[in-house]
């Protein structure tokens, strides 16, 4: 559907069809910020949940909590096997008779099958929409109005996702500890489009995924695609802020959510990595980060922003020293990186949670005198 945005002259497309860059990632980023450009997604898939159940059996089966939305209202899941780690990821929105999903789209395939897997007797219909596409964008300006237009609407609703990031939804909590969060001016959306509303778009300026990229990686935005491996729980990414709602009730994996935030911390932590740009390489995901010669992490996204140069995700081993200047290994060379700390090593919601000592090995009390 998106193939009056790739034909364009300039526009640089992957294997896959997603669009990289359509002349000058630079440029791009600063047209996103300013609401003057808007992104293809070919990277992002639409899931439509229909049926009177869908509400309240979603909110059964994954992190968030769901039997209450409201026609407009936005949010995100985590669906997540038994012990807690992530599986699968979804934008969602209600517009009144169906849940849209916003999946990425390596994701999409498997996410689809395990809900129509799990329906049982539930009156609930699940069907990937392979004739709508999403186009995202910023907030604000007449380009993001234009998307507005654009996008498929239910009556008068129009279904486009706002991104709650990084916003403490209801039921979430913030691990990272930054007083000004570097993702307070990332004002995303994306708009489900179908073929008309291509048409509508399709003299718009438009940016691709290096710019869409960077800008996430900036404002500490995970995803699917990069920062889950099959280790990942939300707690690593600071993920529980929009994704998870501690209060709700049970679903699969809420004991080690639970368990992990009262009475532990995350083995992992992310952390956003400033890359030397000196050396004539630059580190890609899976590139392992080295404290010393001691292996600390990887990277899990990586891209060149317009302001703040080479810069990376990496998820790093939660005892990793904050203030220790580490280095990325791509192709033999080693890329210096200094940290800046996302979720802390102490995240959780009781730091050094006091441990009793067992009565077997209490000193007895003096007798009274």
């Excluded at 450009?37 to 949940?49: G, S």
């Excluded at 219909?125 to 654009?150: I, K, P």
């Excluded at 403490?168 to 004002?187: I, K």
């Excluded at 083995?267 to 030397?276: A, E, S, W």
Aim: aromatic letters at 6%.
């Amino acid at each position: 559907m998106l193939d009056v945005f790739r034909a364009r002259s300039g526009v640089v497309s992957s294997d896959d069809g997603v669009i990289q860059h359509a002349g000058n990632p630079v440029l791009e980023q600063r047209r996103l910020i300013a609401g003057t450009a808007i992104a293809p997604r070919a990277d992002r898939t639409v899931i439509e949940v229909s049926g009177p159940d869908r509400r309240t059996w979603l909110d059964s089966i994954t992190s968030q909590a769901l039997g209450a939305l409201q026609p407009g209202d936005s949010t995100e899941l985590l669906v997540l096997d038994p012990q807690g780690r992530i599986e699968h990821t979804a934008a969602v929105l209600e517009d009144g008779e169906s849940i849209w999903l916003l999946a990425d789209a390596g994701d999409a395939p498997g996410l689809a099958k395990w809900l129509t897997m799990m329906r049982f007797r539930s009156q609930v219909a699940v069907a990937v929409r392979d004739d709508l596409a999403v186009v995202g964008g910023f907030r604000g300006g007449e380009v993001f109005d234009s998307l507005v237009a654009a996008s498929v609407h239910t009556g008068d609703l129009p279904l486009v996702w706002t991104d709650p990031w990084p916003q403490v939804s209801a039921g979430g909590w913030q691990y990272a500890q930054a007083t000004d969060h570097p993702g307070a001016e990332y004002l995303w959306a994306e708009a489900i489009v179908d073929a008309d509303g291509i048409v509508a778009l399709a003299t718009a300026e438009i940016a691709g995924a290096l710019a869409t990229e960077a800008l996430r990686i900036a404002a500490w935005r995970p995803r699917w695609a990069h920062e889950v491996d099959e280790r990942a729980i939300p707690h690593e990414a600071d993920w529980i802020r929009t994704a998870v709602h501690l209060n709700k009730g049970c679903y699969r994996g809420q004991e080690t959510v639970a368990k992990v935030h009262n009475l532990g911390h995350p083995p992992r932590r992310l952390v956003l990595l400033h890359l030397d740009g000196s050396e004539n390489v630059f580190p890609e995901r899976g590139d392992t980060v080295f404290d010393g010669e001691k292996e600390a992490g990887q990277i899990t996204s990586s891209a060149r922003h317009h302001e703040l140069g080479p810069i990376a995700l990496a998820l790093v081993g939660r005892r990793v020293d904050g203030d220790a200047t580490l280095e990325v290994l791509h192709d033999g060379v080693r890329v210096a990186a200094s940290q800046e700390i996302i979720v802390p090593a102490d995240a959780g919601s009781v730091a050094d949670v006091p441990r009793l000592t067992r009565l077997s090995r209490r000193k007895q009390a003096a007798p009274p005198a």
